[in-house]
């Protein structure tokens, strides 16, 4: 069984930064996308992705937070990092891991989807 353990959420000011962490345990799995995703907590609020990269290491961010975040990952930790800047008070929101992997005991098609518990940022002043 997979485990994602987010680190790296709290209360921050207007144009401060924040580094997410997540760490993926467990063995005998290849991680394919590594996504992250969030959550306003607002009425009817959907959970959106907020960036993603592949295992060859292609990236996609939102519109709203693209040129202010930054997704990267370490293959051999099986981790990946979000690296926010400029924050802005609409990013406040519960940030999620999400992972999408294949066991190599059952080979590449068939994926399966992990998510984490979630980390809450704050950005206000």
């Known amino acids: 069984q997979v485990q994602l353990v987010e680190s790296g959420g709290g209360l921050v000011q207007p144009g401060g930064s924040l580094r997410l962490s997540c760490a993926a345990s467990g063995s005998g799995f290849i991680i394919k996308d590594m996504n992250w995703y969030r959550q306003r907590q607002a009425p009817g609020a959907l959970r959106e992705l907020v960036?993603?990269?592949?295992?060859?290491?292609?990236?996609n961010y939102a519109a709203s937070v693209k040129g202010r975040f930054t997704i990267s990952r370490d293959n051999a930790e099986n981790t990946v990092v979000l690296q926010m800047n400029s924050l802005k008070p609409a990013d406040t929101a519960v940030y999620y891991c999400n992972v999408r992997l294949y066991y190599t005991e059952y080979g590449p098609l068939y994926e399966y989807d992990y998510w984490g518990e979630g980390t809450q940022v704050t950005v206000s002043s």
């Open positions: 960036a993603n990269i592949t295992g060859g290491g292609n990236t």
